[in-house]
């Protein structure tokens, strides 16, 4: 049976690698006047999802939103609600974020 030290050693070698491969944010913005959440990410480059693409509810108040564990999380602390940037990014890559 693997020790606790052992499983903790195992999950920050995934998170390791995951901090190397995935995308991560660096500052995010809502842009009211076009109603697209912006994400900088790691690296420079930048993202621009529409707000209608989230999932979320239409009224939603995403004013507020940060950037949250190490750049893989966004927090809508308004609504209570949180958004995986590797999964964001993924999704705008493969068009299904279009809007």
Do not use: W
């Amino acid at each position: 049976m693997e020790t606790i030290d052992e499983m903790i050693a195992r999950a920050l070698e995934r998170g390791a690698k995951a901090a190397a491969a995935e995308p991560r944010a660096v500052a995010v913005r809502l842009d009211t006047e076009r109603q697209r959440l912006v994400l900088e990410l790691q690296g420079g480059a930048e993202l621009s999802i529409p707000v209608s693409a989230l999932g979320l509810p239409a009224d939603a108040n995403l004013s507020g939103v940060r950037v949250e564990g190490g750049g893989f999380d966004l927090y809508f602390p308004a609504i209570d609600e949180g958004a995986f940037v590797p999964d964001l990014a993924r999704a705008a890559i493969e068009h299904r974020l279009a809007a």
